[in-house]
C-alpha cells in the first residue's frame, strides 16, 4: 500500500526520503527525470522501476549500494512475503509532513553508510548490489570487533578539537603546497614567455595591428601541484603531537583543496569534510570518530583499509601520501609492510612524520617502523612552520 | 522508442550481454536525452557499449578519449592556420574583396572539427563517448558541463553553432580521482559490476563462438573465484576472452593445473598477483576439477607435451 493515492506524490515523498534519510543529493530536475522515466517504462513491473530510477536517483556508487534497500523501505514496508495489501494502510494525506523521525535518520544513514562502505570493500568480486560472503568481507568486522574490545581502546568522548590555526601556518602551508610540485603539467598555459610558439593567439593579437602579427604569443606548461593525502595517527601515544598534525592538516585544506585527511588508529576514518570546514574559519569538533581516536593502532590493516577503500580514486603518480604517526603498532608488521610497498608503488611520494625523531638518540627499531621504512621516501617530523616549508624541499617525487 | 528488452536482445545479437539494469539506464537515457556515465571495474565493456550501442541505433560512434592535458582547443575545433596562411598569400593577387577573402578564409573549410563539434553538427544524433573522463583535469570537466547542459558553441568568427540533433552521450570513468557533483547531477548514472557467473559463460559463448560448455563452465568459474581475492589488479571480462581465445587457439577442451599455469600471463597482469593465486590455490582447485593435481610428478615432463595428442602418458 502506497504512502499516498497518486503516483507523483508518491515519487516526491520518495524523493524526499532518500534526500532526509540516505543523504542523496535530488533536486526538482532529477525528480522531474524520474516523472518523465517513468512514461517511459512499464509501470507494472517493479523491477523495471527500480532500474529506471536508479541510474536517475543514485548518482555515486555509495548511492546505488544503498538504493534498493531504500526503494525497499519505501514502496514495501512490513516483512517480506506478506501481501501489501493485508498490512495495514500508511497511507497519508498529501500536504502532512512525513513523521519525525530527524534524530533517527542520522545514526541510521551513517549506519548505513558504513555498511555500504563495507560492500564497497568487499564487492570487487561482485555486483554492489548483490550482497556476497567473501573471505575478505568477513575479515573485516571480526578485525573491527576484536579491536572494539581491546584494553587499548579508549572511551570515544575525548573528540579532539580542530584547532584554529594562524596566518603564520596557513602561509606556510601555501608555500608548501607551491614548492611541491611534481615537473610540468601536460597543459600548455598561455603566459608571456614560454616553449611554444602560440599562432592562435598571435594572429588574434595582430589584429590590432593591422592584421600584421607584430607581438608573439607562447604557451608554457604549468607546474604540476599533486594531491595530498594525509592520514593522522589518533592514537594515545601520540596525543602530544595530535595538535600539531591537526594543525598542518587545516593548514594545508586552506592553502589547497586537493588535500583529503583521514585519522586512524584501529579503524580508520575520512575527515576530509571537518577538516576543510574547519580551514574555513568554523569551530570543529572531530566527534564522529568512534574507535579512531585515543587507543591503540593497526597501522597496517588502516592503510590496507585505506588503500581498499579510497585508493583507486585519490592515491596515483601525482599523490603525495603524508603519514603522521609514531609507528607503534599493536598489528602485523607484515601487514603493514605489504601496505607501505603498495602506497609507494602507486604514489609519488611517501612522507612519514615522526615525532619521535625529535628525540634525541631515536633509531626507527620497532617492529611496524622497521617494516615500513624502506618504503618511505622521506622520513622526517614537523613540528614547526619553517619545518613544514623545509619539508617541501626533502620530499623526493617521482615525476 | 525502443525499450529495455528491446536493446537487451539487439545486443545481444552483436554479442554484448547486458543485465536488466544497464538495459533499463539505457532506455531511460534514449528517452530523456542525458547523458549517461558508466562506471565500474576496468574490463567490464564499458567503452564497448558505446560502441555497440552506436551499432545498435546505426549511427555514427564518435570518441573522444580523455587524457592529461587535454583542453578545450583539442575537444571541440582549431582553425587551420597554415591552410589559411597560404591561401592568404596565395590569394593576393586575385581580384576579390578583402571582405569575400575574408568571409571564405573563415568558413567551415578551414575549421578543424574537434569531437565535441563534430558530434553537434551532424545530420543524425550520432552516439559521443567520452571515454575515462576521469583521465582529464578538473578544469576541462568543467568546460565539458558547459557543453553538454547548452548543447552549443560559439565561434567567434562564425557565430554560435546549436545542435540540430543532440547527441547521445556515454561518458566513462575507472574512479582514478572523484569526479565533480556537477557533472554527476547532469548525468545519469550506472554502474557496471563484474558479471555473474551465469552471465559470465553467456558472455564467452557469445563472443567465443565454439567454445565448449565445459571450458566456458571453468574460465568462468576460474574468474570468479580470481576476482573475490585480494589481487592487485583483478581481472575483467575482457581477459576472459582473451583467455578463451587462448585456450581454443591451443586446442584444449578442459582447463587443468598446467594449462593455467601457462596460460596465465592472459588473467593476472601483475607478478604479485601470481604469489597470491598460488596462495590460495585451494579454492581453485576444485573449479580445475578431475585432472589430479600430482599428474606433474606422476606421468610426464610437461614442457614436451605439446597439445596433449603427441605423448602416450597415462591419463583418466
Known sequence: MYPFASLPENLAAFCEALRREDGFRIGPGELHDAARALDVVDLANERAIRHALRPILAGTLDDVTVFDDAFTRFFFPGPAGVRQDQLPSTRREPGTDAEGRDSDADHARHARRSGADADDVSGRGSGPMIPIQSSEGLEEPTMFAASSYSPLDANASDAPELPRIEQAWCDAARLFVRRLHLGLSRRWRPASRGRRFDLRRTLRAGLQTGGEALSARWLRRPHHAPRIVLLVDGSRSMSAYTRTTLTIAVALASATMRVEVFTFSTRLQRVTADVRRAAAGELRRLDRLHHAWAGGTTIGACLRDFLRRFGERMVGRDTVVMIASDGLDVGVPDMLRDAMRELHRRSAAVVWLNPLLETEGYEPTAAGMKAARPHVTTFTNVSDQAGLVRLSRMVRLRA | ?316
Open chain 2, 1 to 316: 522508442m525502443i525499450d529495455a528488452a528491446a536493446i537487451h536482445d539487439r545486443f545481444r545479437e552483436r554479442g554484448f550481454i547486458v543485465d536488466e539494469a544497464f538495459a533499463t539506464a539505457l532506455q531511460i537515457m534514449l528517452a530523456l536525452e542525458k547523458p549517461l556515465l558508466i562506471e565500474g571495474p576496468a574490463g567490464v565493456g564499458k567503452t564497448e557499449s558505446a560502441k555497440v550501442l552506436a551499432e545498435v541505433l546505426g549511427t555514427e560512434l564518435i570518441r573522444l578519449q580523455c587524457y592529461e592535458g587535454l583542453d578545450a582547443m583539442a575537444a571541440l575545433y582549431e582553425w587551420n592556420y597554415p591552410r589559411q596562411m597560404l591561401h592568404a598569400r596565395l590569394s593576393e593577387a586575385e581580384g576579390s574583396s578583402l571582405d569575400e577573402r575574408e568571409a571564405y578564409m573563415f568558413s567551415e573549410k578551414f575549421l578543424l572539427k574537434r569531437p565535441l563539434l563534430d558530434a553537434i553538427t551532424r545530420d543524425r544524433s550520432p552516439v559521443l563517448l567520452v571515454d575515462e573522463v576521469d583521465r582529464a583535469d578538473e578544469a576541462f570537466e568543467a568546460f565539458l558541463l558547459e557543453v553538454l547542459a547548452e548543447w552549443q558553441v560559439t565561434i567567434p568568427e562564425l557565430g554560435t553553432i546549436r545542435a540540430r540533433h543532440k547527441p547521445h552521450v556515454i561518458l566513462t570513468s575507472n574512479r582514478t580521482r572523484e569526479l565533480s557533483d556537477a557533472l554527476r547531477r547532469r548525468c545519469l548514472f550506472v554502474w557496471i559490476p563484474y558479471p555473474s557467473l551465469a552471465q559470465e559463460i553467456e558472455i564467452l559463448h557469445a563472443r567465443v563462438p565454439g567454445l565448449s560448455d565445459r571450458l566456458a563452465q571453468q574460465i568462468a568459474q576460474i574468474m570468479q573465484a580470481l576476482r573475490g581475492l585480494p589481487l592487485q589488479k583483478a581481472p575483467g571480462v575482457a581477459e576472459s576472452l582473451d583467455w578463451a581465445m587462448a585456450l581454443m587457439s591451443l586446442h584444449r577442451e578442459h582447463l587443468d593445473a598446467p594449462t593455467l599455469e601457462r596460460t596465465l600471463g592472459c588473467v593476472l597482469k601483475v607478478h604479485e598477483d601470481r604469489g597470491v593465486m598460488h596462495a590460495h590455490h585451494a579454492a581453485l582447485d576444485p573449479i580445475l576439477g578431475d585432472v589430479p593435481a600430482n599428474l606433474e610428478s606422476g606421468g610426464y615432463s610437461l614442457d614436451t607435451d605439446f597439445g596433449f595428442g603427441s605423448v602416450s602418458a597415462p591419463r583418466r
